[in-house]
């Protein structure tokens, strides 16, 4: 087939290593955008940047990693920022800003927008996004949706599935190390809401996909390197898996074989392995500048460290 496309739509971040003392760009949506680009796609990311240092920086980093962000728009307010440190390679989050303006003055697609992202084989986005109320407009598009529902209960329930699972093809969940049975129960649960394939992570318990028939799984891939952190590494997952799926054909009006689907599994699993290697989700990282302004603050809860 052509070049495969990819684009990235919705949420951007500053992810802040409180404990190496550097920040990295990253976010769901760009993390597959650069993955992608990577992998030998072309690919864009549309979302809002804000208009403070980190805004411009993550920007920067977008770009330099070969991916388009010429349709972004860039909003007064602060970017989004987190907060996090690594232990034993595991990133725990210590707080975030809320999202910064992707939250609070979120991506509204126009006719033009949709007409862009239509020129994509696969739009994804996440629960991070907030672009839930857009999903639909890309319903009359040829292009196929892959969603990240990430691990939060929130974003797993029956009226949360109910608004997204009818406008997307591909759902991504976390699932830690659930049982065999539960994993079953859980992908399936999912799949009843509208995707036509769901694709569960379980770190280093590997992955397993159904796909409304039948379940495939993929265990994890060795490293070759040591591990730096798992920051990206799901996404990772995702990003190879897409492509090498669209590589096959996979479209809306085809259904990806068996053959096909191993394949894809396999090759995620090896890029998602290097992935753990990287420091941050594709590095660009730089020293945390001390005096952040209150703009770009970062809240914590009372029981949180640092």
């Keep these: 087939m052509s070049t495969v496309r990819v684009l990235g739509l ?3 971040i500053v992810d802040r290593f409180i404990d190496r003392g550097v920040e990295y760009p990253g976010g769901n949506a760009v993390n597959v955008a650069v993955f992608s680009r990577q992998l030998g796609a072309e690919a864009a990311y549309l979302g809002v940047f804000g208009d403070d240092a980190h805004g411009r920086f993550v920007r ?3 770009e330099e990693s070969g991916v388009n962000t010429s349709r972004s728009p860039v909003r007064p307010g602060p970017n989004g920022v987190t907060e996090i440190e690594t232990v034993d390679g595991e990133r725990r989050f210590l707080g975030w800003n809320e999202g910064g303006v992707t939250i609070s003055d979120p991506l509204v697609l126009d006719d033009d927008d949709v007409r862009y992202a239509a020129g994509f084989h696969l739009i994804h986005s ?3 996004s907030g672009v839930v109320p857009e999903l639909p407009k890309l ?3 040829r292009s196929l949706r892959s969603y990240d529902f990430s691990s939060e209960p929130e974003y797993r329930t029956p009226e949360y599935l109910d608004t997204v699972g009818p406008w997307i093809d591909l759902a991504l969940v976390s699932l830690g190390p659930l049982p065999r049975t539960e994993t079953w129960s859980e992908l399936r649960r999912v799949a009843s809401h509208g995707p036509s394939l769901v694709l569960g992570t379980q770190g280093a318990g590997g992955a397993v996909l159904f796909d409304g028939e039948a379940y495939y799984y993929s265990d994890a891939a060795p490293m070759k390197g040591p591990l730096v952190d798992t920051m990206g590494c799901g996404d990772a997952y995702l990003s190879a898996f897409v492509v090498e799926l669209l590589r096959s054909g996979w479209r809306r009006n085809a259904r990806p074989g068996g053959a096909a689907l191993h394949r894809s599994m396999r090759r995620a699993a ?3 392995a290097q992935q753990c290697s990287v420091e ?3 590095g660009h990282g730089r020293p945390i500048d001390a005096a952040v302004d209150a703009a770009g603050a970062v809240t914590r809860s009372a029981g949180d460290a640092g």
């Design 10 to 12: 919705g949420d951007n």
């Design 60 to 62: 920067g980093a977008i």
């Design 126 to 128: 996440s629960a991070y």
């Design 139 to 141: 319903g009359a598009t």
């Design 270 to 272: 090896q890029f998602a």
């Design 280 to 282: 941050g989700a594709f």
